[in-house]
Nanobody, 127 residues
Framework: QVQLVESGGGLVQPGGSLRLSCAAS????????LGWFRQAPGKEREGVLC????????YYADSVKGRFTISRDNAKKTVYLQMNSLKPEDTGVYYC????????????????????WGQGTQVTVSS
């Protein structure tokens, strides 16, 4: 059974940092692309970042370039989202998602074309 469990969310002041983690189980993570998405109150879910099974990175959101990074640790079966210089507009529920791509996967899924999703973790950026 595929499971994705996000953690690390919370309340942070503008300009602060958070690192989100997504623990994967029930599948061979090294064969899958992994993505982070977010949904702000009253808005549609949007893609943030993706990392392929080969470690390539795609930014879905231009607004996070230079501030957010994604990484994966296949041995720990965890994907991370490092968020720096946080802004109030980064507030929302953050979700991780995964899609099978093969061990040599070099492309991230388009849009929200993922097979499995976590339950999300709340990030609130406010003074």
């Amino acid at each position: 059974q595929v499971q994705l469990v996000e953690s690390g969310g919370g309340l942070v002041q503008p300009g602060g940092s958070l690192r989100l983690s997504c623990a994967a189980s029930g599948f061979a993570m090294n064969y899958y692309a992994l993505g982070w998405f977010r949904q702000a109150p009253g808005k549609e879910r949007e893609g943030v970042l993706c990392i392929t099974s080969m470690g390539g990175v795609t930014y879905y959101a231009d607004s996070v370039k230079g501030r957010f990074t994604i990484s994966r640790d296949n041995a720990k079966k965890t994907v991370y989202l490092q968020m720096n210089s946080l802004k109030p507009e980064d507030t929302g529920v953050y979700y991780c998602a995964t899609k099978y791509s093969g061990i040599f996967g070099s492309r991230c899924p388009g849009g929200a074309d993922y097979d499995y999703w976590g339950q999300g973790t709340q990030v609130t950026v406010s003074s």
